[in-house]
Nanobody
Framework: QVQLVESGGGLVQAGDSLRLSCAASGRTVGNYAMGWFRQAPGKEREFVSAITYTADSTRYADSVRGRFTIYRDHLKNTVYLRMNSLKTEDSAVYYC???????????????WGQGTQVTVSS
């Protein structure tokens, strides 16, 4: 089993930055690809970003590319999402996901955390 715990959400103004963290624990988690999804009220959960276990490949949704950066720290079993130039439309609950298959992470078929709320005010 894999446990994922997100942190770092909060209330910010448009144009501000935030860094989300997701700490992973459980057996074999060190070999897992990881990623982020988000879900705004009344909308479906959508892919944001993903990173392979070796960090040799990353992927971003078009809506966040150039503003968000995903990276990971293997020593801490933690993945981060640096979010710059935040917009009101970035407001959502952000969920961390992980799986030993990168394609499963991108498809939203991995393990999930409980989520952390990000609210961007205008």
């Amino acid at each position: 089993q894999v446990q994922l715990v997100e942190s770092g959400g909060g209330l910010v103004q448009a144009g501000d930055s935030l860094r989300l963290s997701c700490a992973a624990s459980g057996r074999t988690v060190g070999n897992y690809a990881m990623g982020w999804f988000r879900q705004a009220p009344g909308k479906e959960r959508e892919f944001v970003s993903a990173i392979t276990y070796t960090a040799d490949s990353t992927r971003y949704a078009d809506s966040v590319r150039g503003r968000f950066t995903i990276y990971r720290d293997h020593l801490k079993n933690t993945v981060y999402l640096r979010m710059n130039s935040l917009k009101t439309e970035d407001s959502a609950v952000y969920y961390c996901t992980a799986d030993d298959r990168y394609d499963f992470v991108i498809a939203g078929r991995g393990y999930w955390g409980q989520g952390t709320q990000v609210t961007v005010s205008s």
